[in-house]
């Protein structure tokens, strides 16, 4: 079964983890933390190839390196020797 060209309202929340109130009043504000949406017939609707873009930039931003490209890792010793 192909899947669909775009997710609902609920569906965006339940992909988000956060309730469906919380996607209205954020859509409410214009809020860009959103994915892209538009109206069609009165319903709010969020393009399945737009949204995945949305989260796969939102990602890449998250695990981006720091400046210098080398992530900072810190080393503990579990026993160290005094």
Not at 2 to 26: C, G, K, M, W, Y
Not at 55 to 67: D, I
């Amino acid at each position: 079964m192909d899947e669909p060209d775009f997710f609902t309202l609920d569906e965006i929340a339940t992909l988000l983890r956060v309730r469906v109130s919380a996607v209205r009043a954020r859509l409410g504000r214009n809020d860009p933390g959103l994915p892209p949406s538009l109206r069609i017939g009165g319903r709010r609707l969020f393009p399945r190839a737009l949204y995945l873009e949305w989260r796969e930039r939102l990602l890449r931003t998250e695990t981006a390196l720091p400046v210098g490209g080398t992530p900072t890792v810190k080393c503990v010793a579990s026993n160290p020797k005094t």
